[in-house]
């Protein structure tokens, strides 16, 4: 099930009221209710996987309960072992089979030993997959070092695995944070639900107008890059940034609003990225749940930005290349993630990755002129990567940088896209001006009339109905 379907607008309101008008005198009932709407949200697509998650809710919250009964370190490390051998292989095996087999038949043929590629296997990425995998193991895993303690609810378990809002495209929850809120009683809440239903309304607005208009160019203009002047191809690149950013910002927003409509809070996942100074800001503000994952059970375990320039060094290209590799089982992703790791190792040596915080000090109306040079390079050195993330080969990134920077770069476009600049124009613009909110329409009451927010509200709404492009599937889906 879609979030911008009409599927999903009747799926809401339904499961809303009977969360809170008929399931809610009991915690036990409630959570079992959860779990059975996640379920057919996620079965919408197809019934099969329901299986999957399934079992692996259940290796995971007996893995759970079992390193509570056990001190001895050979078990609880075999117990540990158990979970990561079942959620890895059921992702590498789904996600990357595929790609191990062909590189595999390629490198015989490369040495002259050519032979029938009889290993590809015929199978469907579960949607989701690399989301709750993730999301399971850092249970496991913060169980397995005492960090928090095991749940012996299993309908409260098995309800934070697949809790719907963020099952397919995260946030990537800890079970710190959202776990122990199935085990708590849900009150509903006026003014939280309230700013739930603007966040959702903001992320319709990225998801709609920005992101589905933004594909109809990024499509055309990928697809056919040897008919496009090198300036179309540069626009063709931006309008990629922006598509991602407010396809699975979007997302998030929704699923975070969402969330709030049920009375549960979820991690922020999109910081207003574009507005960051330099590579290391980006990445503390770019899906944060699941940079701050490998930061968490991979970099620092790895020894972090500790030890000498080679480890270092090593500790970075091992991140992104990894998170690379988790977008997709192709050799661009691994390109854009060594790229990244380009990008952010000069600062990391000399110890410039955290100059830039926040800014929620920054009391000027506009950036000033360091600041918009440092956004535009980081914005530049973002959108060539996107480059990568984007093209459907190694060769096809590298021929779009090429004619994109030949002479004809400097000319016109001439794409007819004015309408679509004067948007993204207008959502950086209203971005820019709730930087140091969670959202573009978290309003205070206090400094806005009321008159003028529901104008807002109003306008986006029908720039919803009126100028929402051709419906799109949300990107990170394949993921």
């Given at each position: ?18 969360y ?120 496991t ?9 095991p ?70 203009i ?78 620092i375990?790895?020894g ?67 600041e ?68 573009g329409l ?37 993921f």
């Amino acid at each position: 099930m879609v979030f911008t379907s009409i599927d999903f607008a009747y799926f809401l309101p339904i499961v809303f009221f009977l969360y809170w008008f008929v399931f809610n005198r009991n915690l036990g009932i409630q959570n079992l209710f959860l779990i059975v709407a996640s379920y057919i949200f996620y079965g919408w697509w197809d019934w099969r996987f329901l299986f999957l998650i399934a079992f692996s809710s259940m290796v995971d919250f007996l893995v759970g309960i079992g390193l509570s009964k056990t001190c001895d370190p050979f078990r609880r490390k075999l117990l540990l072992l158990t979970s990561i051998i079942v959620n890895i292989g059921f992702l590498g095996f789904f996600k990357y089979f595929n790609f191990f087999a062909q590189n595999f038949v390629n490198a015989f043929s490369f040495f002259g030993h050519p032979f029938e590629n009889t290993l590809m296997l015929n199978i469907i990425l579960p949607v989701g997959i690399s989301f709750y995998t993730f999301q399971t193991l850092s249970y496991t895993i913060d169980v397995y070092k005492n960090k928090i303690k095991p749940t012996d609810s299993w309908p409260a378990f098995f309800a934070f695995v697949s809790f719907f809002p963020q099952l397919v495209a995260g946030p990537i929850e800890r079970a710190v944070n959202l776990l122990p809120q199935f085990n708590e009683k849900r009150i509903f809440q006026y003014e939280p639900a309230v700013n739930g239903m603007r966040q959702i309304l903001w992320g319709l607005f990225k998801k709609i107008v920005i992101a589905d208009n933004c594909a109809l160019y990024v499509n055309e203009i990928f697809s056919n890059y040897h008919n496009y002047s090198g300036s179309a191809l540069a626009v063709g690149a931006v309008f990629f940034a922006f598509q991602i950013y407010g396809d699975f910002s979007g997302y998030s927003d929704i699923a975070i609003g969402t969330s709030r409509l049920f009375g549960f809070r979820l991690m922020r996942n999109f910081a207003f990225p574009y507005f960051s100074r330099d590579i290391a800001e980006f990445w503390r503000r770019w899906h944060i749940s699941l940079s701050t994952w490998f930061r968490d059970y991979l970099y620092i375990p790895m020894g972090g930005s500790r030890g000498n320039t080679f480890t270092k060094t090593r500790n970075i290209f091992v991140i992104f290349i990894v998170s690379g590799f988790w977008h997709g089982a192709n050799w661009t992703f691994i390109a854009w993630g060594a790229l990244n790791a380009l990008y952010f190792l000069p600062l990391m040596l000399m110890g410039k990755n955290r100059v830039h915080k926040d800014w929620s000090g920054s009391q000027r109306v506009l950036p000033n002129l360091k600041e918009l040079f440092q956004m535009g390079t980081t914005f530049f050195l973002t959108t060539l990567a996107w480059i990568f993330f984007r093209a459907e080969s190694l060769g096809q990134a590298l021929d779009y940088i090429g004619k994109m920077m030949s002479a004809s770069l400097f000319s016109y476009p001439n794409l007819g896209c004015e309408k679509l600049v004067i948007g993204i124009l207008f959502f950086l613009g209203m971005e820019w001006v709730q930087r140091k909110k969670d959202h573009g329409l978290e309003f205070d009451s206090s400094h806005l009339p009321r008159p003028f927010r529901w104008g807002i509200y109003y306008g986006i709404i029908l720039s919803c109905i009126h100028f929402g492009g051709i419906s799109q599937e949300f990107i990170y889906f394949q993921f």
